[in-house]
């Protein structure tokens, strides 16, 4: 199974044009409903910003990836959202981000997909990674980057 | 070096996975094997006890509860996930040079939660339950002995039996002997561990040899408990010679100090209040039949084998050469209602005592009638300030009623064994009158004032 399970590139949005956090995490869930992927948009944005106030999943390097365990989840999945504005996260680098990558997972989360997520998630700590997906410029680049392994 | 540790967040869904990533990346960077276990949504990459065994240091990133119980006695440093998200080679880096670190101890964090709720009484309740088959033992061996004759033990007296000279050695030198150590010893257990033992029983043997009783004992126990947990955790070992810790320095240096304090700064007043009660009691006279009854009912039973109780029964045995027979009477009779009125309470108010206690209760019964005032020490114990009032009462009681109608006694000791005897005591009908008084009164205070306890029968 490769990030392809996961990832649909109808879930990229390339040029968000949110200004706020919050708007954002609407604008990908919408997306996310439109492709089938959650039953609610607000209550699973609702879930997203419950877990944020635990503490901020914005990871520094203009990357945030906010993510929820969530009944309105029908199915794992990413979505991943260029901004064309910054914006003010609370990173732990207190720089703004500029891209989202959201994450939707049910309550009985599938563990082969959540061994995906889990390897993703690692990825991000990699530099290289990081300039793949912050240089993409359209959504096949950005498979192309995220399909790492 | 070689590092370990364990990642979770709240969802379990990334920042595990990233600060184990950054933490092992790092790691490795930095030329140290790093394993992080990752405790997701399921639990990934598990440490082995081998490698934790093996791990000079753990790291733990988590932003939700996890268990440690693992880690006992290893380095450990905490730090927040996102730290380790974004600062995994400082983390590193200042955990190799030893900041922040500090050896997890999980005994230490469980029993000072405990502490908080129930503290000194379940360290005395500890005490006790060590101390107990210590008492029942040796207070029956003591009993077996005298059924040779009460003197059968002494090999000088013309009733000597060899068998009752080994029971009373088992029972009244040994069992008996290691009451107050085996008590101390359990208190520090209680408060500090295996490592608390030597130097609880140490102050606990040291009180018996300076007079200063099982409150003496007590003392010492709480000081070497306490001092012996101070010492565990200020003091660091690099980790090739820690095992040495716990077996051989803590356990040094606590019986070291606690002796010390024992001998030179507890022991003092202990002398000192012995000293001036004896004097106190020299210069009295013995005129003032009632009244001295029931000082010496209240000294015989304050602190059972501790100064107190030894100024009285020392100044009552040195009347007995100048011909003075009233007072060691009355001491005898308040030495024997303690362990006779609760062993009464035990059976009329059942629901009062714990399991453990109704059972002392039946071997108080032989402990009182031979004279063995030691047998109330476990309620004592237990329970002070309700035990002690009420044993106090009694004894103080019993002890004015014989010294009031005049009741003497030719022998220091041997409680009821010697009532037939002809002769031995003066006025017996009285003073058989003093045992039952003094025991019902001790009875039905302690019943009195434990009132709200209410046990399963």
Redesign the interface.
Known sequence: MDISSILDKKNIILAMQSKEKSDAFFELAQCFKENNIITDVKGYVEDVLK?EA????G??YGIA?P???SKYVKTTAIAVGKLAHNIVYDS??NEPVRILFM?A?PEN?N?AH?KI???L?????DENFRKNILAAENEDFMFEALRIF | MKIVGVSACPTGIAHTYMAAEALEKCGKELGYEVKIETQGIEIENILTPQEIEEADLVIIACAKNVDLTRFEGKRVIEVPIDKAVKNARQIIMDAVEGKNISIFHLAEEEKEQKNQQTGVYKHLMTGVNFMLPFVIAGGILIACSFMFGIHAGDPNDPSYNILAAAFNKIGGEVAFGLMVPVLAAGVAYSIAGKPGICSGMVAGMLAKSIGAGFIGGLAGAFIAGYLTLFLLKKIHLPKSIQSLKGLIIVPLLSTCITGFIMIFIIGTPVKFLLDTLSTFLNNMGTTNGIWIGLLIGMMMASDMGGPINKAISTFSIALMSSGVYGPIAACMVAGMTPPLGLALATVLFKQRFTVEEREAGKSCWVLGLSYITEGAIPFAVADPFRVIPSLMAGSAIAAAISLGAGCTSLAPHGGIWILPIPNVIGNLPMYVAALLAGSIVTCFCVAFLKRKNNYEL
Request: proline letters at 0%.
């Open positions: 877990r635990e503490f901020s999943t990871i520094g990836i993510h929820a365990k732990i680098d994450i997972v989360g563990d959540l997520l889990n390897k998630a690692r990825k991000f700590m």
